[in-house]
């Protein structure tokens, strides 16, 4: 089993460019979850879905959109890059919210 | 709001025992959580009390304290493959909401 599997691992943008982060996991989980982690900020909630088709805002929604078509894919997209935007994405699924699995990340520097 | 508190670092010694705190604040609570975070690498779950009391789980234990808006995680007989960042996290509802961690550093 792959577990959580996140594309791309590393990426540069232009400010203003656009891009999608893909998540797709393996285990049947129904909750998935985009964190981002900045120095000394900890993990921060983006976006999450509590299942297929459903998606709801977390702590710090703003310049970021999901969709969750796919019971095992969530993307998240960025429209206009900001460096603001410059971080660590991590994906995170799971079968009840409780524990989380999550995938190795994702690093993202916008200039 | 919400939001959680716990020491932004904290350093022992290889076979010593060390008390990572967390107090948090919300109003949806279920649990807490605690996640290790090795550098570079990605979280990984260590334990979730949704109840009063202690869970062990080898050489680390859980604690939580509901009416005080407490918890710990406790590190015993520390290893240097130890050192890494640990977050404590509350689930509220449908999601977890994560400190900003506390790096343990363990000397031989």
């Known amino acids: 089993n792959a577990g959580v599997t996140q594309t791309p691992k590393f990426r540069v943008l232009k400010t203003g460019q656009s891009m999608t982060l893909l998540c797709a996991q393996d285990m049947n989980h129904e909750y998935m979850y985009w964190y981002r982690q900045d120095p000394g900020m900890g993990l921060r909630l983006i976006h999450y879905?509590?299942?297929?088709?459903?998606?709801a805002k977390g702590e710090v929604p703003d310049g970021y959109n999901v969709s969750r078509l796919k019971k095992q894919n969530f993307l998240l997209g960025l429209e206009s890059a900001a460096p603001s935007q410059t971080s660590v994405y991590f994906c995170?699924?799971?079968?009840?919210?409780?524990?989380?699995?999550f995938g190795a990340g994702s690093r993202l520097t916008v200039l | 709001g919400q939001s959680l508190e716990q020491p932004s670092e904290v350093t022992a010694v290889e076979g010593a025992i060390v008390q990572i705190n967390c107090t948090y604040q919300t109003s949806g609570f279920y649990g807490l959580s605690w996640y290790q975070q090795h550098d570079g690498g990605a979280p990984t779950f260590l334990s979730y009390?949704?109840?009063?009391g202690l869970e062990e789980t080898g050489r680390f234990s859980s604690f939580l304290s509901r009416s005080d808006s407490y918890g710990y995680l406790l590190l015993q007989e520390l290893q240097m493959k130890d050192s890494a960042s640990y977050f404590c996290?509350?689930?509220?509802?449908?999601?977890?909401?994560f400190g900003t961690g506390t790096r343990l550093q363990v000397f031989p």
């Open positions: 879905s509590v299942g297929e088709g459903t998606t």
């Open positions: 995170a699924s799971s079968p009840g919210a409780n524990v989380l699995t």
């Open positions: 996290a509350f689930l509220d509802t449908d999601k977890l909401i």
């Open positions: 009390n949704a109840l009063d």
